[in-house]
């Protein structure tokens, strides 16, 4: 019975996928062309980005909200740096800086302080979508640089470089996940904080690197939000949270902790992506996809309650 539990978890975001594709495929003859899934793929690499980043909060029985806030700050300094003439390479890693740095700061609240992670997350992310504002002014900067116009809109065969990134990065954080002593800890530390403690674990430390990891593709999903849309953007947008909410849930990270994988995420993020774009195809009003996503977060996590 746990193993066939096991089984569905893993098969839920590529079963959907599946199934997603064909439905969209049968009802939209422009659906299941190369333009098209070159864009969908593409169009996933920061849903992803941040599926990644989450599923580290969740596999610590965590959550941040304060993913979409710190976007946000990353793209603003990213612009602000960019401007100045600091160079692009700069400029990337202050964005990821900021992630890094709001990571910590969710990090040492939540497991050094003990406050819970939904307070600290929603303080920080009031806290960072104020100053991005501040610093910023609400005003978008636009960003030309022909480095990042290549990685949005150039390929290689089927894929464009954003989302080759976006690959690697999640090669190397599932390596990180599943052959490092690190990714033991994190799942031991979300599994049972007692038993972690008992086997000599530091449980502070291990929550500082997961909610680092979190901030640190938020940070970098802000780079590939001003290469997407080519300025920076100070604006707060809440449905990067629910999406990578969503994702994570979808690709079989336990609510509870100590069980996560890096691909099923990211098929999530796949996944939530092929609707979108489905539902647009089809005639389907933008309105309706909240309410969609919402759905899909309420029903992925009914067929998962209870299950570690």
């Not at 000599?200 to 940070?219: D, E, F, H, Q």
């Not at 089809?282 to 029903?299: I, K, M, Q, S």
Request: with cysteine; glycine share 12%; charged share 10%.
């Amino acid at each position: 019975m746990a193993r066939l539990e096991e089984t569905w978890t893993k098969a839920t975001a590529p079963t959907a996928l599946v199934l997603s594709f064909i439905a969209f495929s049968l009802l939209s003859p422009y659906f299941a062309t190369w333009q098209n899934v070159n864009g969908m793929l593409a169009d996933a690499a920061i849903p992803m980005l941040l599926a990644i980043g989450m599923t580290f909060a969740v596999m610590l029985a965590g959550i941040d909200l304060s993913m979409a806030g710190t976007l946000a700050l990353a793209s603003v300094v990213f612009g602000m740096a960019y401007s100045a003439g600091w160079g692009l390479a700069l400029a990337c890693t202050l964005a990821v800086g900021v992630g890094v740095a709001v990571g910590a700061t969710n990090g040492f609240f939540v497991g050094r302080v003990r406050i819970p992670d939904m307070i600290v997350t929603l303080g920080t992310m009031g806290l960072v979508q104020g100053i991005g504002l501040i610093v910023s002014r609400g005003i978008p900067v636009p960003v030309a640089d022909p480095v990042l116009r290549t990685v949005s809109s150039q390929s290689v065969g089927f894929l464009r470089y954003n989302i080759m990134i976006v690959l690697l990065i999640g090669a190397v954080l599932h390596f990180v996940l599943t052959y490092r002593p690190t990714g033991t800890h994190l799942l031991a530390v979300g599994d049972n904080v007692d038993a972690s403690k008992a086997m000599g674990l530091r449980v502070p430390r291990t929550k500082l690197i997961g909610y680092v990891i979190a901030g640190a593709m938020s940070g970098t999903a802000g780079i590939f939000l001003v290469l997407y849309v080519g300025a920076t953007q100070p604006a707060t947008n809440t449905d990067y949270v629910m999406k990578a909410v969503a994702a994570t849930v979808l690709g079989g990270t336990s609510l509870f902790g100590g069980r996560a994988t890096i691909w099923g995420p990211m098929l999530g993020a796949l996944l939530l992506t092929v609707m979108q774009t489905g539902l647009t195809m089809v005639g389907v009003e933008a309105f309706y996809e909240p309410a969609v996503v919402g759905v899909v977060v309420l029903a992925a996590a009914t067929l998962m309650r209870g299950r570690r």
